[in-house]
């Protein structure tokens, strides 16, 4: 039954939850190092973080709502066969 799309959905949304967590630890890491370096080396580093952050949770979103719409289209593509 691998053959069967019904499970597609749930790696997209664990991925998901992945790039939330991995968004989270970019800002909290870069936080501590802007902190640890302190001045305006710091705030570029912060600030960096900041936009390294959004970026990677914007592609991951894009690339994952992307995967989503061919597991629908595959699911859609099965149902029609077995019709």
């Not at 959004?54 to 029609?80: E, H, P, W």
């Amino acid at each position: 039954m691998s053959n069967e799309p019904n499970n597609n959905y749930f790696w997209i949304s664990g991925l998901r939850i992945f790039s939330w967590i991995i968004f989270s630890a970019i800002i909290i890491t870069s936080i501590v190092i802007g902190v640890m370096i302190g001045d305006s080396v710091g705030i570029l580093i912060v600030l960096a973080g900041f936009i390294i952050a959004f970026l990677t949770v914007a592609g991951c979103m894009v690339f994952l709502g992307m995967a989503k719409n061919f597991a629908d289209i595959r699911k859609n593509l099965y149902q029609s066969k077995e019709l």
